[in-house]
C-alpha cells in the first residue's frame, strides 16, 4: 500500500476505498496548508519524510485502528514535496457502519500520524524565507537550542 | 539495554530535514563496537562529524523502521536514523 503521494489528492480515490453498504457513516479529515494571521505569509509547505518508515508505519498505525475499530475501513494519503497553500498535504476517510466509530476513528489516526508518522515540514514564505516547523506548530528555535527526547 | 552480540558494527546512519542540512549529509556509516546502542551510534556520529555535535544528545531515533529508545541495541548491517520532532499531517 502506498500511502505517500507527490500529487494532489483525491478524495474520490480514498472515499471509493472505504465506502460499502454496510458502513453507514463516513468521516473524512483533511489537513490543508495553512496561511493565517500566526504563519505570516506562508505561500506553501514543503514536505519531506523518511518515505521506508512512513510506508511501514501506516502500516502499522492502521493495524493498530483496525484492531479497535474491526468494523471500519479507513484510507489515508499524505502529501510531500512543496503544497501551495489551501492544498490538501493529508486526507483520512473512514467508513463505519455508525458514525461514532468513524469519528473516533479517524481522530485516532490523525492524531497518530501527528505523533508517529516522520515527516517534516519547512515553511515557505512571499519573503522568500524559509523555516523548519515543530510539532507545536511554531517555528524552531535555533540550533542550539534544539529539544532533547528522553 | 537490548544490545546484542560482540566484534564491530558497521551502521548506516540516516539524517532527515533540519538535522540533514545541519550536518550536511542525509546518510553516513559508523563503526561501533559490540555490544552497542543507538546512543552509542550517536555518541560516535557527534565523535567522528564536528558538525553533528549541533544535533540534540538524545533525538528521536528509529532502528530499521521503527522508533526505539536510545538504549536500543544495534546490530551489524542495522539502520539507525535520527529523527527531528516529527511534524506531519
Not at chain 2, 7 to 18: D, E, H, K, Q, S
Not at chain 2, 51 to 77: H, T
Request: aromatic fraction near 6%; hydrophobic fraction near 45%; proline fraction near 7%.
Amino acid at each position: 500500500m502506498a500511502y505517500l503521494t507527490r500529487s494532489p489528492i483525491s478524495l474520490d480515490t480514498l472515499l471509493a476505498e472505504v465506502s460499502a453498504p454496510e458502513r453507514g457513516g463516513t468521516c473524512v479529515f483533511l489537513g490543508t496548508v495553512r496561511n493565517g494571521p500566526e504563519e505570516q505569509g506562508v505561500t506553501a509547505i514543503e514536505y519531506s519524510a523518511y518515505e521506508e518508515m512512513v510506508e511501514a508505519e501506516f502500516g502499522r498505525l492502521l493495524a493498530d485502528a483496525d484492531g479497535r475499530w474491526p468494523e471500519a475501513r479507513i484510507a489515508v494519503r499524505h502529501r510531500l514535496g512543496v503544497i501551495p497553500s489551501g492544498e490538501a498535504s493529508i486526507a483520512i476517510a473512514a467508513a463505519a457502519p455508525h458514525r461514532a466509530q468513524a469519528f473516533d476513528a479517524c481522530r485516532f489516526v490523525i492524531e497518530e500520524v501527528k505523533r508517529r508518522i516522520p515527516v517534516w515540514k519547512k515553511e515557505l514564505r512571499i519573503d522568500g524565507s524559509a523555516t523548519w516547523v515543530d510539532p507545536s506548530g511554531r517555528p524552531t528555535a535555533r540550533p542550539s537550542d534544539l529539544p532533547s527526547h528522553a | 539495554m537490548t544490545a546484542r552480540g560482540t566484534g564491530t558494527a558497521t551502521i548506516r546512519v540516516r539524517l532527515f530535514a533540519r538535522y540533514a542540512e545541519l550536518v550536511g549529509r542525509a546518510e553516513t556509516a559508523v563503526s561501533v563496537s559490540l555490544p552497542a546502542t543507538v546512543g552509542d551510534v550517536v555518541r560516535r556520529l557527534r565523535d567522528e562529524i564536528p558538525a553533528a555535535r549541533a544535533l540534540p544528545e538524545r533525538p528521536l531515533a528509529a532502528v530499521n523502521l521503527r522508533q526505539v529508545k536510545l538504549d536500543a541495541g544495534v546490530r551489524d548491517g542495522d539502520e539507525v536514523a535520527l529523527l527531528p520532532p516529527i511534524a506531519g499531517g
